[in-house]
């Protein structure tokens, strides 16, 4: 009876864990991200933009997301948080809808260009990069089969 008393609380453990992480992969989030990080860094690679644009503090707004059995406390699993594109991606939608999901171009939704100033800016917003940096998400977006940016001009909004 103990076996199986131990077995079910390691169980219900692993199955805590493993649903730690959505599995963004293959989505129109993961569509989306893309883009962003391709505006953000001019490549493709997940990897690439965590270590661009993802530090501690950005990973830790974001909830911390962790592997299945990792410690979101433990200091290694940022690390290895960063070296795996489904949790860069939960890290990066986790960052995002942490400003509760602020419409930052003030058209009434919360999409993928509210995520690329959030991602670039935090809740203030602001402006992307540049016009190369623009370019390149309408090229990914136009790509992917996502709206794209019309303009880069803030408009006023109020974090919660």
């Known amino acids: 009876m103990k076996i199986v008393i131990a077995f079910l609380i390691v169980s219900i453990s692993f199955v805590q864990d493993s649903e730690q992480l959505q599995n963004l992969l293959n989505t129109k989030m993961h569509k989306c991200i893309e883009c962003l990080c391709h505006a ?11 270590n661009y644009s993802i530090n501690r503090s950005y990973w830790e707004t974001a909830g911390s997301p962790s592997l299945p059995g990792d410690d979101p406390d433990d200091e290694r699993s940022y690390t290895k948080c960063m070296q795996n594109e489904n ?6 939608v986790g960052y995002t809808s942490s400003f509760n999901n602020l419409d930052c171009n ?55």
Request: aromatic content about 6%; some cysteine; hydrophobic content about 30%.
């Open 106 to 160: 003030c058209d009434g939704l919360y999409d993928c260009q509210d995520m690329l100033k959030l991602h670039l800016s935090g809740d203030k917003c602001g402006e992307i990069m540049n016009q190369y940096s623009m370019d390149r998400f309408n090229n990914c977006a136009a790509r992917n089969g996502l709206p794209r940016l019309s303009s880069n001009e803030k408009c006023k909004v109020e974090a919660e």
């Open 87 to 92: 949790c860069i991606l939960n890290t990066i």
């Open 40 to 50: 953000r860094t001019g490549c493709y690679n997940r990897i690439t933009c965590a």
